[in-house]
């Protein structure tokens, strides 16, 4: 499934930015280490195009690693489970699927 939801902005952020987000969660299985994992999935983000505009701004694809198994890390590049997952019912809900 795939949900809409409103974005998320910063305080002050243009009206331009003021863009409906689509959310889908998918799972798999991957032989990569949990930090692997996040620099292939930022590396997939740009060969999608993704521009770098700030933290909260728009952009084409964000991806993010919700979970991973029952890992709990923190880093100063990855937090497992993602550190706001229980407060976004945008991720929650397609997860739960």
């Not at 795939?2 to 863009?19: F, K, M, T, V």
Request: no cysteine; proline share 11%.
């Amino acid at each position: 499934r795939i949900y809409r939801s409103p974005a998320l902005l910063p305080e002050g952020a243009p009206q331009a930015w003021d863009l409906p987000f689509l959310n889908m969660a998918v799972s798999g299985v991957t032989a990569l280490a949990p930090e692997a994992l996040l620099a292939e999935v930022k590396r997939i983000e740009q060969a999608l195009g993704r521009v770098p505009r700030g933290h909260w701004g728009p952009r084409e694809i964000d991806i993010d690693i919700l979970v991973y198994g029952d890992i709990r890390m923190q880093t100063p590049a990855l937090t497992l489970p993602h550190p706001h997952l229980l407060a976004r019912d945008f991720a929650l809900l397609p997860l739960a699927d």
